[in-house]
């Protein structure tokens, strides 16, 4: 059965939604699904906006012939090559052999590496302020290298604002029904999800996405709609989205507030964050969040750290080394390029503890413009009372720091 809405008067979501999929790029858990967005234009001509994940492609197809309703297909535009939205686009040639495609030259590129018969269809190479008109509507490109692909763009067409927009603005979830962002309640069911996407999937890149911001400002109050490639499209209250895209893409935290992961195994580094926690929401500071890294998944964790303030790390030694799930963590965090955040360290070990040592090599020599506070908690096997002062001084060292901080 097709399944499709109208964005505008004469613009279709054709997208598909995906619960079936447990890990988005194999990695990442999507436990509240995923939505590939495209988008059908019907003006004097016909144009497709993107495609859909392969195994969604069915249900694009009929939306697509829904729509279309006998009318032939003119144009395929691809504003992202990568295979959760690009993988349809054989399909869609053989189905509509007559389709111009419009991309740009790098992912024309891509499409011949992924193994796609392109060639004999009519390619159409565009640039960085080319223009292309449909009838009635007529498009810009902007190129967006890098959020997330090297190949990509966004398009904004300029008859009615709405702004194609890769996978910019975007977000885990299905979508279920609910197309626009004013129909959900975003700031409490989508927020977490659209900061896990983002961090984790375009999170390297944020000098990038500032690029893409840059270039948008210039056309801001032109910009009636964006339609992102995954999550709700927004018409409504665009500043809201585009401040935390430009928060998360400076690296700047969202909130005051304290991240405390711990890896711990049999419980007694675990008991020592929580003893912490419990200080620092004695001391006013209830923002504090506790997480086992071992039952977390990294994506969650560094969301969690791109929107907060402050991490405290404690982690056991394993080896003579950092707790291997913790270590994962840091390296997340050096290859998504987090930066501009204040650490704390709580090391534990039986008799050689050298996780502290090791994580502080890590957070200063790994990673970018981190503030490490002096006080930190070290201990053998579990933390007793004669480790209070220590656990004091250091839940006061990290609300002071915080005084200095806007
Ligand atoms: Fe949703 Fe970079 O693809």
Known sequence: MYCVRNVTEDLYWVGANDHRLHLFENIHPIPRGVSYNAYLLLDEKTVL???????????????????????????????????DHGASIEEILLRYPDVKVISTEKAFLFMRQFGFHIDGHELITVKEGD??????????????????????MVTFDTTNGVLFAADAFGSFGALDGKLFADEVNFDRDWIDDARRYLTNIVGKYGPHIQLLLKKAAGILDQIKFICPLHGPVWRENLGYFIDKYDKWSRYEPEEKGVLIAYASMYGNTESAAQALASKLCEKGMSNVWVYDVSNTHVSQLISE?????????????????????????????????LQNRTFAIIENGSWAPTSGDLMQKFITDELKDMTLLNERVSFTSSLNATKAAELESLADAIIDSMKDEK
């Open 49 to 83: 906006f993107d495609t859909v994940d392969w195994s969604a492609c069915r249900q694009l197809l009929e939306n697509l012939d829904h729509v279309l309703a006998g009318r032939p297909l003119d144009y395929l535009l691809i504003n992202h090559m990568e295979p």
């Open 131 to 152: 223009t292309q008109s449909f009838g009635k509507h007529t498009v810009t490109f902007v190129a967006a290298p890098m959020v997330h692909w090297p190949e990509a």
């Open 305 to 337: 750290t791109f929107r907060l303030s402050h991490v405290v790390v404690a982690s056991v030694t394993y080896n003579l080394g950092i707790y291997p799930v913790m270590h994962n963590y840091l390296m997340d965090m050096k290859a998504l390029n």
